[in-house]
């Protein structure tokens, strides 16, 4: 079973950056699309933005574009998450998952990892 583990993240004040990492402890085949996911305090989880592992090609919740980039690094089967210009709604547990195909919603994924907490404050 390959595991994600998700990291980089931190306290930082509104209008900030921070950049998240997720390791897969085995290879991320070309075929597969890398998401990134969310869930602030007393919501739902959220679709941030995902990657299709052979193209690169991205996708972004409206809430996130222009703000937050993600990429990634074949060779070392990690994904990144660049956020920009921070907003206090941008606070939550930021999670990562890898699918065959583009899966949006959260409740398709069974198991999840322990996340890295973003939390945007004054």
């Known amino acids: 079973q390959v595991q994600l583990v998700e990291s980089g993240g931190g306290l930082v004040q509104p209008g900030g950056s921070l950049t998240l990492s997720c390791a897969s402890s085995?290879?991320?085949?070309?075929?597969?699309?890398m998401h990134w996911f969310r869930q602030a305090p007393g919501k739902e989880r959220e679709f941030v933005a995902a990657?299709?592992?052979?193209?690169?090609?991205?996708y972004y919740a409206d809430s996130v574009k222009g703000r937050f980039t993600v990429s990634r690094v074949n060779a070392e089967n990690t994904m990144y998450l660049q956020m920009g210009t921070l907003e206090f709604e941008d606070t939550g547990v930021y999670y990562c998952?890898?699918?065959?195909?583009?899966?949006?919603?959260?409740?398709?994924?069974?198991?999840w990892g322990q996340g890295t907490q973003v939390s945007v404050s004054s």
């Open positions: 998952q890898r699918a065959n195909g583009l899966e949006f919603t959260p409740g398709v994924y069974r198991v």
């Open positions: 085995g290879r991320i085949f070309s075929s597969h699309v």
């Open positions: 990657i299709r592992w052979g193209t690169g090609k991205t």
